[in-house]
């Protein structure tokens, strides 16, 4: 898995939900992480408009919009200033579905479900079921939540929002890097360590990562082991001195200043929400 963020979510199925809520005109442009992970990401768009970069291309999003990113796809939202953007996430696993065909084909990147439908009603309503249903838990909520995801995938199968798809070199690449960040990001890496990994020298792949990513390596690096050690706070017993080493900080006062600045935070009050909170 290329990310984990949403496997603390996990109960009986692996079908996990969150949500974002910006219900007041932002005051500031705003993003979420750029990121990608080995699940299947559904997100209902109920207020609001902003855009969505999925892979290389962008696409404007509004109220009743739904939008589909598929395994390992680097993907980000964003929202400009004065905007409000409400939304409902489902992230699964597509073994869920029992369809090893096409799961290998979505996890390879040569099938994809359509990028954004627009305003369809009946995948509108499904996705609020699977939500709702997996918001509640319990085995009788998962059974409910299986349900509605497999009479939605027919319904996205039979009404032509299947696709086949090439893979291109920018997107092996974010697969590739993501996938070094995985393994080593605990370690004292630099863009040169990443460079080697990937058989790059260091100008060629800073540059492409910078293409990819919109930012520089270090800068990436640290915000990527911000949001690990975001998920271990909630999820993991230790200390957060503990957490700031196996997150790559090797200065807890350092993690502490940045995990304040990046999320308005310290990383010890962040530890006393629930996982539901995240």
């Not at 390992?72 to 200033?81: I, M």
């Not at 409000?84 to 992230?91: A, E």
């Not at 609020?128 to 939605?152: N, P, V």
């Not at 800068?219 to 998920?231: F, M, N, Q, T």
Request: hydrophobic share 35%; proline share 2%; net charge positive.
């Amino acid at each position: 898995m290329i990310q984990d963020f949403f496997k603390m979510r996990y109960d009986t199925l692996p079908i996990a939900v969150s949500r974002r809520d910006w219900d007041e005109p932002l005051r500031e442009k705003s993003a979420t992480f750029r990121h990608n992970h080995k699940e299947m990401e559904m997100v209902l768009v109920l207020k609001g408009r902003g855009k969505v970069h999925i892979g290389d291309a962008v696409y404007p999003i509004e109220q009743g919009d739904a939008f589909f990113v598929s395994p390992y796809d680097l993907h980000f939202t964003e929202v400009e200033k004065g905007d409000i953007y409400i939304n409902r996430c489902i992230c699964f696993d597509l073994k869920v579905l029992g369809d090893a065909h096409f799961t290998e084909s979505m996890e390879s990147g040569s099938g994809k479900i359509t990028s954004v439908i627009r305003g369809d009603k009946t995948v509108n309503e499904h996705l609020r079921s699977i939500y709702d249903a997996t918001e509640k838990k319990g085995e009788a909520a998962y059974l409910e939540a299986a349900g509605h995801l497999f009479l939605l995938f027919a319904y996205l199968r039979k009404n032509g929002f299947t696709e086949t798809a090439s893979i291109g070199k920018e997107a092996m690449f974010s697969k590739a890097v993501l996938a070094f960040l995985n393994e080593n990001y605990e370690k004292d890496i630099s863009s040169a360590h990443a460079a080697k990994a990937l058989y790059r020298s260091q100008g060629h792949f800073c540059r492409s990562f910078r293409q990819s990513f919109g930012e520089s390596f270090s800068l990436y690096l640290r915000r990527y082991r911000l949001e690990r050690a975001k998920e271990k706070l909630l999820t993991s017993s230790l200390s957060v001195s503990e957490i700031a080493m196996e997150s790559g900080f090797s200065d807890a006062a350092y993690f502490a200043k940045t995990f304040r600045e990046a999320f308005g935070v310290s990383p010890r009050t962040y530890k006393k929400r629930t996982p539901s909170n995240y």
